[in-house]
């Protein structure tokens, strides 16, 4: 008599993880598409201090003015006249923002105001000075 082999197959009992890797990938398209990156100047500055101080949430193209007149544009150290075009290259990337000045309290004013001409020449129209909130 011949005996009879049973062969078990083994069923596939594991969850199918595609749908939900579609939707985390989704989901971080979706964050990186909507998130607004800030161009930071690179340095810290001493700003001066004003009682009429207002925060700013938009994102805006950060210039910041050092103590020794050194301007910084995006972590690198900009000449006077190269402010415009550093600024027409980051204001195509973000037409929205705007640019504020991060001077600091001993820097030339001179200085500021020329930066202040440069970013209006390279099209932006909203220019802002930081300053440090003071409370009363």
């Known amino acids: ?10 069923e596939d009992t594991g969850l199918d993880m595609t749908p939900m890797l579609d ?3 989704i989901m971080l398209i979706f964050f990186i598409v909507t998130s607004s990156f800030v161009k930071e100047s690179g340095v810290d500055v001493s700003r001066p201090a004003a009682m009429t101080a207002a925060r700013k949430e938009h994102g805006n193209l950060m210039v910041a003015i050092t103590r020794d ?8 150290q900009v000449e006077i006249g190269a402010v415009r075009a550093s600024l027409e290259r980051l204001h195509a990337e973000n037409p929205e923002g705007g640019v504020v000045i991060q001077a600091d309290k001993a820097s030339a004013s001179g200085l500021l105001v020329q930066v202040i001409d440069q970013a209006r020449r390279a099209g932006i129209e909203e220019v802002s000075i930081a300053a ?3 409370h009363q």
């Open 1 to 10: 008599m011949r005996r009879r082999k049973h062969h078990f197959r083994e």
């Open 132 to 134: 440090e909130l003071i």
């Open 69 to 76: 007149n050194a301007i910084w544009i995006d972590r690198h």
């Open 23 to 25: 939707i985390v990938f």
